[in-house]
């Protein structure tokens, strides 16, 4: 079964430094996006992806945040000078159409955790 | 603005029993959908029913069904015959149209399920 993978599945970083987290989206899927989970909070919409832009983002999607979809298959995303308050899971999820009745297919996550 | 709210922060039920995952909801759009998503303590996202807001009937997926009510804004997850592997914490999710956005979830607060055996 066609599966959305990320890689690392878990990355320390230092603050300040920058980290991109990389996702493989199911291949016939149109939209992208990035979700984050605080460890023991709710998960949030961060960003979604269509068509090579940015088609909405969330207040937490700051100029701290760039996505890329850099060769048609990798979903990346990048986040510069992290801070202490970034460490979370976040997961890409994707979708093959925008119908209200089609799931989202989330990936496995990948924990950062900056110190 | 849409809203999902998960009351129960944490429930236990005992193996074989039925349990009921509260979810109420707020929108003013008259088309959504809602979701329930599972997320065992290996972290991961996984699908487990839909409903959308025009469905007459109650969504089943085999052992999880969604008693939605419409009129009160609830779409509560029904589990049936619980079993250990159950045990996870559980999120309801509403999508609402958004122009070109593929249609993004919010996410409630979860519940975290405990099945006792």
């Known amino acids: 079964e066609p599966e959305v993978t990320q890689t690392p599945s878990h990355q320390v970083t230092q603050m300040g430094q920058e980290v991109i987290l990389r996702c493989v989206p199911i291949?016939?899927?149109?939209?992208f996006y990035w979700y984050r989970q605080i460890l023991g909070q709710k998960v949030e919409f961060l960003v979604s992806?269509?068509?090579?832009?940015?088609?909405?983002k969330s207040e937490i999607f700051d100029d701290q945040f760039s996505v890329e979809r850099p060769d048609g298959s990798n979903f990346t995303l990048k986040i510069r000078s992290t801070k202490l308050e970034d460490s979370a899971m976040y997961f890409c999820a994707s979708s093959p159409d925008r119908d209200m009745n089609t799931e989202a297919f989330f990936g496995q996550g990948t924990r950062l955790t900056v110190v | 603005a849409q809203k999902i709210t998960q009351t129960q922060p944490g429930m236990f039920v005992q193996e074989k029993e039925a349990v009921t995952l509260d979810c109420t909801y707020d929108?003013?759009?008259?088309?959504?959908?809602l979701f329930w998503y599972k997320q065992p303590s290996s972290g991961e996202m996984i699908f487990l029913i839909y409903?959308?807001?025009?469905?007459?009937q109650n969504a089943t997926e085999g052992r999880y069904s969604l008693n939605f009510q419409k009129a009160r804004k609830s779409a509560n997850l029904v589990i049936s015959a619980s079993q250990l592997g159950d045990s996870a914490m559980y999120f309801c999710a509403m999508r609402v149209p958004q122009n070109n956005a593929g249609n993004m979830l919010t996410f409630g607060g979860g519940t975290r399920l405990m099945v006792k055996p």
């Open positions: 409903q959308g807001s025009y469905d007459q």
């Open positions: 929108t003013s759009d008259p088309s959504y959908g």
């Open positions: 992806f269509y068509n090579n832009e940015i088609s909405e």
């Open positions: 291949s016939n899927h149109l939209y």
